[in-house]
Every structure is written in C-alpha cells, then in structure tokens.
C-alpha cells in the first residue's frame, strides 16, 4: 500500500503568534540534509477556486524568501524575473533550489527553481543591490499616486468586509474599474485599481525580508484577469446563472469582483447580475506565463500598511494578454513595478455551454489542444459532476463544500479515489470522505458516448466503470503526438480516430 503524498515534507508546527499570517504562510524551511542551499515550504499551498494549479504569487515570494537566506547582510532584491512553466500541486511539497550565480561588491544574482517529485515547476533569476546610505547625488524621477482615488477603507470597513469573503494571509478592496463603462475608451486607457495590505503586523525579526516578501505575494493578485476586466468578459468556471447557488464566501468574492465591472452596481440580487452578464462573451483559460518584480525602494516597503496598486494592459492578441501593475505606499511612495504576461483561451460567445444541453453542445477546441482533450474533458466534467457521491462529514470540504471536483488534486491522490473512512488531513480538516463513485447509468453513458465521438473518438465501455473514466481524463500524455495519445485512449478501450 503506497503512502499517501504529504503537502509538506516537515510537519507544520504551531504558528508563532508573535508573526503576521503572511509570515507563517510564505516561511520556508532549509533541507541541508538534502544538500546546500535547498529548501521546502513549511506550510501546506493554496489552490484558488477554479484554478489549474497552486497561487502563483506564493511560489514566487518563496522563491524570493529562499533566495535572500543566501545572500549577505545589506544586500535587497532590485527585480525579479519568473517563469512558470508547470501548474503547481497543493497535495505536494515543494523543493527550492537556490543557485549561487555571482556575488559581488554591489550585486548578487541568484537563479531558483521549483520542483515537484524532481519536475520544474516554476524557475526565476533575482538581482540584489548592496544597500547604499551614502547620500550619493543620482538621476531621480518616479510616477505620482493617481490623485483621482478614494481612501483605502477603515479598520471597520475592513473587518466587515473579511466578515463576509473570508479571511487569508492578506486583505484587498478593489476599486472601480477607471473608465471601465466608458464606451469612448479603448481596452488600453483602461486601469483596474485596488488597495491591499497584508493581515495583522509583520513582526520585527522579519524585517525587510518579510515585507518583501509579502508585496512580492499580492503582486500576482488580480494580475491575469486585468483583460478580461477591461474588456468585460466573463470568466470565471461556472454560468452566471449559478451565482446564487455557490457558497461563501466564494460567492461573495465573485459578487465583490463583478461590482467593480457591473454597470448594476453591488446592491442588487444575484439574478440581476445574471441578467447583466449571461449574454457576455466568455474566455476559455487563463494562465500565466511569466512575472516580474522591479523593486525600486525595497526598503521603504510596509507591506502591513495599505498599498494601492493600479494595473493596466498595453497590448492583447495572439491569445497573449500583457499587463503592467504599479504599487504606491500610501505616502505617494513608487514602490515597485510589475509586468506579467498571460496565455488566454479564444473568445467565444458561448464558451461555457449549459450543462442541461450537453449533448447538443459544440464545446471549444484550442489550436493547442489539436485533439479536443481539454474540451472532452469540460464536457465530462459536467456529466461527472451529477454523478459523483460525496459522503457528508461532520464539515463539509472548505473547498468544495460538499461536492468532489476531478480536478483537485487534495482530494485525488495520485489519480485515485480516497477510500471511505479516510481523510486527507489538512486539506479536508479530517472530516470529509469521498465515497466510492456510482457506476454510469445507461442514459448516462450514451450522453458521454455522444460527447466523445463529437471529437472523432469512439467511444466503447464494455466493462469499464465511471473510476476507469475518471483516471481515463486524467491520464494526460507527456507528449502530443497522435500515436501517444491514441495508446493512452486505447488502454482503456477506448478507439481514437483523430480527425
């Protein structure tokens, strides 16, 4: 019997009281055993409702966090230049690989890589400038904070405000989208704007490292959906029909998001915003590709005290998205710059099919997904969805609340299903199983048949259960080609004919 993977190498220990939660959040912890300079998250990653892979903005302040345990004294973070390469897991540990590439009198350079069982995950190359307190006489200028912006919100607004979405290592009160219903601007001469701080006080032994840190970890908040907010898209994974049925506070959030860029405003119902955004076109996917962090007064960062951060994006095409953020202290202090790019899925009018009219649904299919597995795979992810039993714990999954999701990684171990009677820890607080799943009902198998085969794949179940389907979708190929993925298919059954 294998051993279930841990989300941590080391077992977390009690959170020190004395430091913020964006302290514990971002700690890492040095593996000498394992060799120099390696070191491992200490607490368990986030995973954000509806996305691929872990918060992006966690593994590049650790990243930073492991970096920094390197370089001497004095010395503090000028830019910072990331790749992600793979969607991060939060059912596994990380490893940080921290390359000593140059020290010098005045600069460091350090390249770090993030690694799941021995695969890249994520990689980055910081600068770090000695700092210099000799009042040397240099060419100054910095961008002003906008004059045109409300104050961020009291302590009170603020405390109501986490009441009701929820609270994490920081807080963020978006502003209204600048010019966002003006139909004479154009998509550039947009700006999305918010204020954010991180919770509680970031505590005095963790310095300026920590402040770092912590802004190097908001940055990435907001960041990939700047275009479809300027341009009005849908695009979040459900219909907006259904947000009168999530959760909380997730559906909160989804309610904050959407007031920012709603001509209806926030006080109204959940069918009003329906209404406003169901004849919306929709994005497919949305991932990002590459981040970087110019830090231009590292040390006059607070990142406990409010930050506003206003982003905006130059260009779009080629199913890429660029987006520059800047980030201001309250004082009117330029505290760092931050580009990101994104990959997009194409626009489609009706990309989100409804799941009542799957069978007659003509799912999208991305040039870099040449066989329709990704659309096979939302199309089987509704059908599945009606036909997965979840036992009912004494609490229900904070993140599912309730309904197992083939795409978590939390609750599906390597590809297989938790047996009755066991957890999954933290991720689940121990209390919630996932029971066996159904068998397909008849009707049920010939509505997926029809699915597949709108794909050019014959679909022929014989003995196979909906667990064979299951580990089916999720048996993606290391490689593209149709041989590849035609062995895969035909494991279980299953003939591919690519068109």
């Known amino acids: 019997m294998s051993e279930e993977p841990r989300t941590t190498i080391l077992r977390p220990r009690t959170p020190d009281p004395t430091k913020s939660p964006i302290e514990t959040t971002l700690s890492v912890t040095e593996l000498a055993v394992l060799g120099p300079d390696i070191f491992t998250n200490t607490r368990p990653q986030w995973t954000p409702p509806g996305a691929r892979g872990i918060y992006g903005g966690s593994v590049i302040a650790q990243c930073l966090a492991a970096a920094q345990r390197t370089v001497a004294h004095g010395f503090l973070p000028h830019s910072c230049h990331c790749y992600f390469i793979l969607a991060g897991s939060s059912g596994l540990p990380i490893l940080f690989h921290v390359e000593r590439v140059r020290d010098g009198r005045s600069f460091a350079t350090r390249t770090v890589q993030a690694k799941q069982r021995g695969r890249c995950i994520f990689t980055t190359t910081i600068s770090f400038a000695k700092e210099?307190?000799?009042?040397?006489?240099?060419?100054?200028?910095?961008?002003?904070?906008?004059?045109?912006?409300?104050?961020?919100?009291?302590?009170?607004?603020?405390?109501?405000?986490?009441?009701?979405?929820?609270?994490?290592?920081?807080?963020?009160?978006r502003?209204?989208?600048?010019?966002?219903?003006?139909?004479d601007r154009r998509p550039h001469e947009k700006k999305c704007r918010t204020w954010m701080r991180a919770r509680g006080r970031?505590?005095?032994?963790g310095g300026t490292q920590a402040h770092l840190n912590a802004l190097a970890y908001m940055?990435?908040?907001?960041?990939?959906?700047?275009?479809?907010?300027?341009?009005?898209?849908?695009?979040?994974?459900f219909r907006p029909s259904e947000i009168g049925a999530l959760e909380e506070p997730l559906?909160?959030?989804?309610?904050?998001a959407l007031a920012n860029e709603s001509i209806a405003g926030e006080d109204v119902s959940d069918e009003d915003v329906a209404r406003e955004w169901e004849g919306r076109p929709s994005v497919g996917m949305l991932v990002s590709l590459d981040h970087s962090i110019y830090f231009h007064e590292p040390s006059k960062v607070r990142a406990d005290e409010w930050m506003f951060s206003e982003m905006e994006s130059p260009w779009a095409g080629g199913e890429r998205g660029v987006v520059m953020q800047r980030i201001f202290s309250q004082d009117g202090t330029l505290l760092a710059s931050c580009v990101q790019e994104s990959m997009m899925g194409r626009i489609d009018q009706d990309l989100l099919p409804n799941p009542?009219?799957?069978?007659?649904?003509?799912?999208?299919?991305?040039p870099g997904d040449p066989y329709g597995r990704d659309a096979v795979h939302a199309q089987f992810a509704q059908w599945y969805d009606k036909n997965a039993s979840v036992s009912n714990g004494p609490s229900n999954c904070a993140t599912h609340k309730g309904k197992a999701d083939m795409w978590c990684r939390a609750c599906n171990m390597n590809g297989e299903w938790q047996k009755p009677g066991t957890d999954n820890?933290?991720?689940?607080?121990?209390?919630q199983d996932v029971a066996p799943l159904d068998e397909p009902k008849p009707h049920d198998v010939e509505g997926l048949r029809k699915t597949f085969e709108k794909f050019g794949i014959k679909f022929h179940p014989k003995e196979q259960t909906l667990s064979d389907l299951v580990r089916l979708i999720q048996d993606k190929p290391m490689r593209t080609d149709a041989?590849?993925?035609?062995?895969?298919?035909e494991k279980y059954g299953i003939k591919f004919h690519p068109n």
């Open 132 to 173: 210099d307190n000799e009042g040397k006489r240099t060419v100054e200028h910095a961008a002003a904070l906008p004059g045109d912006i409300p104050p961020p919100p009291s302590d009170s607004q603020s405390d109501n405000a986490s009441a009701g979405r929820g609270a994490g290592p920081f807080e963020a009160t």
């Open 483 to 489: 041989e590849k993925v035609r062995d895969t298919f």
């Open 175 to 183: 502003i209204d989208v600048l010019h966002g219903n003006d139909p």
């Open 356 to 366: 009542h009219d799957a069978d007659d649904a003509q799912p999208d299919v991305h």
């Open 251 to 256: 559906r909160s959030q989804v309610r904050a």
């Open 425 to 431: 820890g933290q991720s689940h607080d121990g209390d």
């Open 219 to 237: 940055s990435d908040s907001y960041f990939i959906g700047t275009v479809s907010r300027i341009h009005g898209l849908w695009r979040f994974p």
């Open 202 to 205: 970031i505590s005095p032994e």
